[in-house]
């Protein structure tokens, strides 16, 4: 495959994903402000809720500039940034969930926050590496060369 292609359908799906993930999140804000404090990362309501409502928008936004390719090494910094944080805020939750259940670690099943419901702790950790792998390569490719709009 060409690489210039696999580029742009590295930087579609990780945007399309991003519009997903962020549409299901802004779809029940409640329900993703409860996910978020059973992270325990955040001890002040006013925090917490500020994330709970930027955060869909924020991951909304940058899966639309994926999508249009605009501004593409920053989108794509951010969205590493942001899958980085997030394998780690799932890696310790499961820990915490697999101290306290006593199961072993791939057995440990739980919500989140990601918009897809329940799931396989060990599976969503190699699905969040994978799209932070895409997004240094999106980051780090020659082919994100561009100004900040592709049309100039």
Same mark, same amino acid.
């Given at each position: #495959?060409?690489?210039?292609?696999? $580029? $742009?359908?590295?930087?579609?799906?990780?945007?399309? %994903?991003?519009?997903?993930?962020?549409?299901?999140?802004?779809? *029940? &804000?409640?329900?993703?402000?409860?996910?978020?404090?059973?992270?325990? #990362?955040?001890?002040?309501?006013?925090?917490?809720?500020?994330?709970?409502?930027?955060? &869909?928008?924020?991951? %909304?936004?940058?899966?639309?500039?994926?999508?249009?390719?605009?501004?593409?090494?920053?989108?794509?910094?951010?969205? +590493?940034?942001?899958?980085?944080?997030?394998?780690?805020?799932?890696?310790?939750?499961?820990?915490?969930?697999?101290?306290?259940?006593?199961? +072993?670690?791939?057995?440990?099943?739980? *919500?989140?926050?990601?918009?897809?419901?329940?799931?396989?702790?060990?599976?969503?950790?190699?699905?969040?590496?994978?799209?932070?792998?895409?997004?240094?390569?999106?980051?780090?490719?020659?082919?994100? +060369?561009?100004?900040?709009?592709?049309?100039?």
């Amino acid at each position: #495959m060409n690489v210039r292609l696999a $580029h $742009h359908i590295a930087r579609f799906l990780l945007g399309a %994903m991003l519009l997903y993930m962020g549409l299901s999140k802004a779809g *029940d &804000p409640v329900n993703f402000l409860k996910l978020l404090r059973e992270y325990g #990362m955040l001890a002040s309501p006013q925090p917490l809720n500020l994330v709970a409502a930027w955060l &869909p928008w924020w991951e %909304m936004v940058c899966g639309l500039l994926l999508m249009a390719n605009i501004a593409l090494r920053g989108t794509a910094l951010i969205v +590493a940034g942001m899958f980085l944080f997030f394998c780690v805020a799932i890696l310790l939750r499961a820990l915490e969930i697999q101290s306290a259940m006593g199961i +072993a670690f791939c057995a440990v099943r739980f *919500d989140c926050g990601c918009g897809a419901g329940e799931v396989n702790v060990c599976r969503k950790l190699l699905e969040n590496s994978a799209w932070f792998a895409i997004s240094c390569w999106l980051l780090l490719s020659r082919h994100s +060369a561009r100004k900040l709009f592709p049309w100039w």
